[in-house]
C-alpha cells in the first residue's frame, strides 16, 4: 500500500449509494452527502426500482453535476448494485453508503483524516439508529450511553453505537464505509447474499483482511440512519419480519461457511462449538430479539400518537 501524506490525493471522493424503491427516502439523506468539499461524485444506483426515484435523481443533477444515475433496468440485489457503482467509480476513495442514512456534518473528512492518521485500508464511524418518534439529538444521547464494545466476536456483530478512546483496528465496521481504490482493484461485493443481502459488507471486509488490509473503527465520525418503519417495508409486516429474518439467518451461515478457516485462525471464539450452523441458530436468535424490540416500539409509539 502507497503511504498518502497529502491531503490533495483524498480530495475527490466517489460515493456509491444503492436503492431501490425509496424516493421518499433518498429525498431526505442525499443533501448530506453533497455538502462535504471532498465529495467528487455521487453515484445514485437505482437497482430497477418502479417508483419516482429516477426522476428525483435527474432533478438532484440539474443543481449539481456531481450526481450520476446509474440504473439496472431489473432488481439485482445490493451487492451487484455497489459493484455496479466500484465500476464506474473515479475517486482513489470511495464512501458505500445507503439511501435511509445521512451523514452528519464533518463526518466524511473526519474519516478521511483519521484514515491517513491509522493508515487504514477501511474505515467506519458509528450509525447513529434514529427510532421512530425521536430526533437525531435524542438518539445521539442514547447511544452515547452505550457501552458494549465495537464486536461481540462470539456473534460476529457490530456494534455500531460503540465509543472508544480513540481509533481502533477490528474484524469487522458498519457497512457505510470508506474504502482505498487499492482495495477495490482487489476485492468486490459477493453475489452469493441474496434478499436482504445481510452479510455482503462484513464478507468484503474479511475478504480484505484475508488478503491483508487494515480495517479501523473510527468513533469520532457519526451517520444517521433512520427507523425501518421510517423507510417503510409494506403493510404485512409480520410476513416481512420473518422474510426478513429467513435471510440474516441464510446469509448469516454462507458467510461463516465462506471464511470458517479464517475465522478458526484468527477469531475462534466466534464459532460455536467450530459450528457455522450452531453459530447462525445463536445469531438469528439474537436478531430476533433485536427486531421484536424494534417492532414493540413501533406499535407504542404508534398508538401513542393515535
Same mark, same amino acid.
Given at each position: 500500500?502507497?503511504?498518502? *501524506?497529502?491531503?490533495?490525493?483524498?480530495?475527490?471522493?466517489?460515493? %456509491?449509494?444503492?436503492?431501490?424503491? =425509496?424516493?421518499?427516502?433518498?429525498?431526505?439523506?442525499?443533501?448530506?452527502?453533497?455538502?462535504?468539499?471532498?465529495?467528487? &461524485?455521487?453515484?445514485?444506483?437505482? #437497482?430497477?426500482?418502479? *417508483? +419516482?426515484?429516477?426522476?428525483?435523481?435527474?432533478?438532484?443533477?440539474?443543481?449539481?453535476?456531481?450526481?450520476?444515475?446509474?440504473?439496472? !433496468?431489473?432488481?439485482?440485489? =445490493?451487492?451487484? @448494485?455497489?459493484?455496479?457503482?466500484?465500476?464506474?467509480?473515479?475517486?482513489?476513495? %470511495?464512501?458505500?453508503?445507503?439511501?435511509?442514512?445521512?451523514?452528519?456534518?464533518?463526518?466524511? !473528512?473526519?474519516?478521511?483524516?483519521?484514515?491517513?492518521?491509522?493508515?487504514?485500508?477501511?474505515? @467506519?464511524?458509528?450509525?447513529?439508529?434514529?427510532?421512530?418518534?425521536e430526533t437525531a439529538q435524542q438518539a445521539l444521547a442514547r447511544a452515547n450511553r452505550n457501552r458494549r464494545p465495537v464486536v461481540n466476536i462470539?456473534?460476529?456483530?457490530?456494534?455500531?453505537? @460503540?465509543?472508544?478512546?480513540?481509533?481502533?483496528?477490528?474484524?469487522?465496521? *458498519?457497512?457505510?464505509?470508506? %474504502?482505498?481504490?487499492?482495495?477495490? #482493484? =482487489? %476485492?468486490?461485493?459477493?453475489?452469493?447474499?441474496?434478499?436482504?443481502?445481510?452479510? !455482503?459488507?462484513?464478507?468484503?471486509?474479511?475478504?480484505? +483482511? &484475508?488478503?491483508?488490509?487494515?480495517?479501523?473503527?473510527?468513533?469520532?465520525?457519526?451517520?444517521?440512519?433512520?427507523?425501518? @418503519?421510517?423507510?417503510?417495508?409494506?403493510?404485512?409486516?409480520?410476513?416481512? #419480519?420473518?422474510?426478513?429474518?429467513?435471510?440474516?439467518?441464510?446469509?448469516?451461515?454462507?458467510?461463516?461457511?465462506?471464511?470458517? !478457516?479464517?475465522? =478458526?485462525?484468527t477469531l475462534p471464539e466466534s464459532l460455536l462449538l467450530g459450528s457455522p450452523l450452531l453459530?447462525?441458530?445463536?445469531?438469528?436468535?439474537?436478531?430476533?430479539?433485536?427486531?421484536?424490540?424494534?417492532?414493540?416500539?413501533?406499535?407504542?409509539?404508534?398508538?401513542?400518537?393515535?
Amino acid at each position: 500500500m502507497v503511504q498518502v *501524506d497529502t491531503m490533495n490525493e483524498f480530495s475527490s471522493i466517489s460515493v %456509491v449509494i444503492p436503492t431501490f424503491n =425509496r424516493a421518499d427516502m433518498l429525498a431526505k439523506v442525499l443533501s448530506s452527502y453533497l455538502e462535504p468539499a471532498v465529495v467528487g &461524485e455521487v453515484l445514485i444506483v437505482d #437497482d430497477g426500482s418502479q *417508483d +419516482q426515484t429516477a426522476a428525483l435523481v435527474e432533478g438532484f443533477t440539474h443543481t449539481d453535476s456531481r450526481i450520476c444515475l446509474l440504473r439496472h !433496468e431489473r432488481n439485482k440485489g =445490493r451487492t451487484f @448494485a455497489r459493484n455496479t457503482g466500484i465500476a464506474h467509480a473515479r475517486g482513489n476513495l %470511495v464512501l458505500f453508503s445507503e439511501d435511509d442514512l445521512a451523514l452528519a456534518p464533518g463526518s466524511l !473528512e473526519t474519516l478521511v483524516s483519521h484514515m491517513q492518521e491509522t493508515d487504514a485500508d477501511i474505515i @467506519a464511524g458509528r450509525r447513529i439508529w434514529i427510532r421512530i418518534g425521536e430526533t437525531a439529538q435524542q438518539a445521539l444521547a442514547r447511544a452515547n450511553r452505550n457501552r458494549r464494545p465495537v464486536v461481540n466476536i462470539r456473534l460476529m456483530d457490530h456494534n455500531s453505537h @460503540a465509543i472508544t478512546p480513540t481509533d481502533v483496528q477490528v474484524p469487522l465496521v *458498519d457497512a457505510t464505509m470508506l %474504502v482505498r481504490r487499492e482495495v477495490l #482493484d =482487489r %476485492v468486490q461485493f459477493a453475489d452469493c447474499y441474496p434478499g436482504n443481502a445481510w452479510r !455482503e459488507e462484513s464478507d468484503f471486509q474479511l475478504t480484505a +483482511q &484475508e488478503q491483508g488490509f487494515k480495517v479501523v473503527f473510527c468513533p469520532h465520525a457519526l451517520f444517521y440512519h433512520y427507523d425501518r @418503519a421510517m423507510a417503510g417495508r409494506g403493510r404485512n409486516r409480520l410476513k416481512s #419480519d420473518l422474510i426478513y429474518l429467513r435471510w440474516i439467518f441464510q446469509n448469516n451461515l454462507t458467510f461463516l461457511r465462506r471464511h470458517r !478457516e479464517y475465522l =478458526r485462525q484468527t477469531l475462534p471464539e466466534s464459532l460455536l462449538l467450530g459450528s457455522p450452523l450452531l453459530t447462525s441458530l445463536l445469531y438469528i436468535a439474537y436478531r430476533s430479539v433485536w427486531l421484536t424490540q424494534a417492532e414493540i416500539r413501533r406499535i407504542w409509539h404508534s398508538r401513542t400518537q393515535a
